[in-house]
C-alpha cells in the first residue's frame, strides 16, 4: 500500500472521528472548561505545585516535610478542581474519547 494511500485513509478516519458525537461533545467540554477563570487559575496553581515538587524532589537531599506539604496542597487542589461540574463532565467526556482511540489504536495494530 502506497504511503499517500495510508494518508487518505487516515485523513477519512480523523474526519469520521471528528463527527463523532463523543468527540463533539469533548471539544465543547474542553472550551467551556479553558473559558471558566477559576478552572484556569487552579489548574495553574496544581501546575506549579508540580513543578515545586518536581524541583524538590531533584535535589540532592530534598526537604520531605515541604515535599508532603506540596503534595497535600496538590491533592487539595486537585479535589476541589475535580469537584466543579464542567471538570467532572470534561473528564467523562475525555475518558468517551480515550475509549474510542483505544479502540481505534487496537484495530490498528492487530489488523
Do not use: C, H, W
Not at 504511503?3 to 474526519?15: F, H, P, Y
Not at 461533545?25 to 479553558?34: G, H, N, P, Q, R
Not at 489548574?43 to 508540580?50: A, G, K, P, Y
Amino acid at each position: 500500500m502506497e504511503n499517500s494511500n495510508i494518508e487518505t485513509l487516515a485523513r477519512q478516519l480523523g474526519v469520521a472521528i471528528q463527527a463523532d458525537e463523543s468527540y463533539k461533545s469533548f471539544m465543547a467540554l474542553k472550551d467551556t472548561v479553558e473559558s471558566d477563570e477559576s478552572i484556569s487559575s487552579m489548574m495553574e496553581q496544581i501546575e506549579q505545585l508540580r513543578n515545586q515538587y518536581q524541583a524538590e524532589a531533584s535535589k540532592q537531599t530534598p526537604d520531605q516535610l515541604y515535599m508532603t506539604k506540596l503534595d497535600t496542597d496538590f491533592q487539595n487542589l486537585y479535589g476541589t478542581l475535580m469537584a466543579k461540574p464542567a471538570m467532572a463532565q470534561y473528564e467523562q467526556g475525555r475518558q468517551a474519547l480515550d475509549a474510542i482511540m483505544n479502540n481505534v489504536m487496537q484495530i490498528l495494530y492487530l489488523s
